[in-house]
């Protein structure tokens, strides 16, 4: 991709993501492809391109913050969306932004769900 300068992880893992307007528009998604600034899941449900969502792994090691850039079907059969997401915030459990190297290892991320990273 022209532009694209970061390195990408293409392993897949699973966050838990949800709506920030609304946490209860809420599903675990694969990553399947995560950067510094932003990540494509595959979802079960559209998204709204210009929405906020809220991510978070099991052990609160990575939350962000982010808008969802396009949502396209995948697939003729209705197998799902892929959803482009760019950041707006990321932290890791500690508070402090998180790196590179902490986003990409795909051992500490798995499916969570807290209702804090909900709130603006």
Same mark, same amino acid.
């Given at each position: 991709?022209?532009?694209?300068?970061?390195?990408?992880?293409?392993?897949?893992?699973?966050?838990?993501? #949800?709506?920030?307007?609304?946490?209860?528009?809420?599903?675990?998604?694969?990553?399947?492809?995560?950067?510094?600034?932003?990540?494509?899941?595959?979802?079960?449900? #559209?998204?709204?391109?210009? *929405?906020?969502?809220?991510?978070? *792994?099991?052990?609160?090691?990575?939350?962000?913050?982010?808008?969802?850039?396009?949502?396209?079907?995948?697939?003729?059969?209705?197998?799902?969306?892929?959803?482009?997401?760019?950041?707006?915030?990321?932290?890791?459990?500690? *508070?402090?932004?998180?790196?590179?190297?902490?986003?990409?290892?795909?051992?500490?991320? *798995?499916?969570? #769900?807290?209702?804090?990273?909900?709130?603006?």
């Amino acid at each position: 991709m022209e532009g694209q300068k970061q390195p990408r992880m293409c392993d897949r893992f699973l966050v838990h993501i #949800s709506a920030v307007y609304d946490p209860r528009l809420a599903e675990t998604v694969c990553v399947e492809n995560l950067g510094a600034r932003g990540a494509r899941v595959a979802t079960a449900r #559209s998204w709204e391109p210009g *929405s906020h969502v809220a991510l978070e *792994s099991n052990n609160g090691d990575l939350r962000a913050r982010a808008r969802v850039v396009y949502c396209r079907p995948i697939g003729a059969k209705g197998l799902g969306f892929a959803v482009r997401l760019d950041f707006i915030t990321q932290t890791n459990g500690r *508070s402090e932004p998180a790196t590179l190297k902490e986003r990409n290892n795909p051992r500490k991320m *798995s499916i969570a #769900s807290d209702p804090r990273a909900s709130k603006p």
